[in-house]
């Protein structure tokens, strides 16, 4: 058998500190350290205290990542790391890291997209992707339905949101419930206890609307409404039926997601669908996904919960993809770049 490169991956773009240790398409390790606690009482990520954690989690997470996967940085036969999109301070953090560790190891540099990475993963845990495959990106950072014939070269944009990304709404109306940030998980959570009984807006589904922006979504309209619709309750000094309104505007965002992408893999003729990001972590998403999968013949593949978050070990499976398809490595000079467009995989 021939050599299976061994790649670090580092992750820097939002508040996870990630390494991940691949050796060819297998997962060693995969090693994080976050600094959400630090943001909760600002209700979103600080820039400055990000990367800030960063730099001081950096050397600890990649020992952690040594260790687990049980190899020596000399070992190591490519470094790669999220050159964008992101946090521009953050980012840094993680693409000066990797300049030094391909330079102290004398070993090619792979900068690159973070989206790409989150659609990569995907390969340590279910195998090589189908290509083309279709890709749902739902995170608190974005939204994005990507066209993928290959995911280590070329990636198009099918549609993205116009405004609030979904995990982004998910926090925004956890607030307005009086639940913790970040809002996902316990929406979800109190979601399982309540009832669909609110028939809140479903952004970009009607009409012009959907002329226009076809794959494309909205959900702050729907944030807006379901803030009305809890104000009016408060008003008259009537109790807010919390887990019914959580079921109901999870229902919401999830509907939409699922409708548009399965509409995607139709007009293009793809007959597989990737989620991933964080909200893919949601239990209602995965349920309602798999059931308008089946429906319409598409296979659904979705990694597991700690693969669809932020991670090391996506930045280090795109890296190995890149060793393994003799995709040109970057030139050390790359610059970290917060608005990395995903049609550029590679820096
Ligand atoms: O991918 P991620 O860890 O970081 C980026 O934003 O890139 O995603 C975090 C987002 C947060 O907005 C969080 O509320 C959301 O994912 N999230 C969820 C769930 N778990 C995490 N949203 C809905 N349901 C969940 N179970
Ligand atoms: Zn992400």
């Known amino acids: 058998m021939t050599h299976q490169p061994l790649v670090l991956g580092i992750e820097t773009s939002c508040d996870e500190t990630g390494i991940g240790i691949v050796r060819g398409e297998t997962l060693l390790a995969d090693a994080i350290a976050s600094s959400v606690d630090e943001h909760a009482r600002f209700g979103g990520v600080v820039p400055e205290v990000a990367s800030r954690a960063h730099l001081e989690a950096m050397i600890p997470t990649l020992e952690r990542a040594c260790t687990t996967a049980g190899v020596r940085l000399s070992d190591v036969d490519a470094v790669s790391v999220t050159a964008g999109p992101g946090l521009a301070g953050a980012l840094m953090v993680g693409v000066a890291a990797a300049k030094s560790l391909a330079v102290a190891l004398g070993v090619p540099i ?40 290959d995911v280590t070269a070329d990636i198009a944009s099918l549609g993205s949101t116009i405004d609030d990304a979904a995990g982004e709404a998910f926090d925004k109306v956890a607030r307005v419930l009086g639940l913790p940030f970040p809002g996902g998980p316990h929406i979800d959570r109190m979601a399982s206890q309540g009832e669909v009984t609110i028939d809140f807006p479903r952004g970009l589904t009607q009409g012009r609307d959907l002329e226009r922006h076809r794959f494309d979504f909205s959900f702050s309209g729907l944030k807006t409404a379901v803030n009305r619709w809890v104000e009016l309750r408060q008003r008259s000094g009537e109790e807010v039926p919390v887990a019914d309104v959580a079921a109901s505007f999870q229902e919401a965002v999830v509907d939409v997601l699922t409708k548009k992408a399965v509409a995607a893999c139709r007009a293009q003729g793809v007959e597989h669908l990737q989620i991933g990001g964080g909200v893919a972590a949601n239990s209602r998403l995965r349920a309602l996904a798999q059931e308008r999968c089946d429906a319409a013949g598409i296979e659904l593949r979705v990694p597991r919960p700690g693969l669809c978050t932020d991670n090391g070990a996506m930045v280090a499976a795109l890296g190995a993809q890149m060793v393994l398809r003799g995709r040109t490595p970057s030139d050390l000079s790359i610059p970290a770049d917060s608005s990395m467009p995903v049609t550029e995989v590679l820096a």
Do not use: K, R, W
């Not at 993963?121 to 083309?132: A, K, R, S, T």
């Not at 890709?135 to 939204?143: E, I, K, R, T």
């Open 110 to 149: 792979y900068g690159v997209n973070h989206l790409a990475a989150h659609v990569a993963v995907d390969i340590v845990e279910h195998g090589p992707l189908p290509e083309p495959t279709m890709a749902l990106l739902v995170s608190g950072g974005h939204s994005s339905l990507l066209l993928v014939p």
